[in-house]
């Protein structure tokens, strides 16, 4: 059977196109998610959501609990989420980022089923940019590269796997915080070649 790869995160995974004029995404063969598909064989779907933070209130779980259900049976689970919690908070925090996290993945592990391979990506690292400068941009750049190491330790804590975006060269648009299209290239990359590692 076709392997069935959830994507959750945020506009990253969804796609966006920081040089356009209306907010729309990148082609279909740029997308890093829809690259996985071809490059691979696999069924990839798409839970990417402009904006999106680490979900925590209730109402937003209980939505996502229901969008959860819809998608069906899958057989591994990404999650990459991170940057929008830097950008709106008046004071970036990686630790406080990473402690949401963790509760939101707890809150998720209760509900996947076990078989499920849950993979915590942590964003590759902000680069300087219009989203970045400033006193709190600088410092929302500065925690970004915190990220990783407190994921990490996260992801241990769970027994779930880890990848660190980071690792993979990912190139960032003129905001320093969305891909370019290269980007989304070299992260297709690689995430493809961490989750290829349990067909080998």
Known sequence: MTRRILCFGDSNTWGFDPCSPLGERYPAEVRWVDRLAREHGWETL??????????EEPWVLAEREKELARWGSVDDMTVML???????????DAGATAARMERFLRWLLERLDPKVRVTLVA????????????????????QSYQIGPAYRAVAQRLGIRFADGSD??????????????????????GIGAFLARDES
Do not use: C, K, Y
Not at 46 to 55: H, Q
């Open 82 to 92: 991170g940057v929008n919690d830097l950008h709106r908070a008046a004071r970036p």
């Open 168 to 189: 993979w060269d990912v190139g960032m648009a003129f905001d320093g915080v969305h891909f370019t299209e290269e980007g989304h290239r070299a992260f297709a990359r």
């Open 46 to 55: 798409n839970w990417g959501e402009n904006g999106r933070s680490i979900p």
């Open 123 to 142: 964003p590759p690292h902000m680069q300087a940019g219009t989203w970045t400068s400033g006193e709190v941009g600088e410092r929302m750049l500065e």
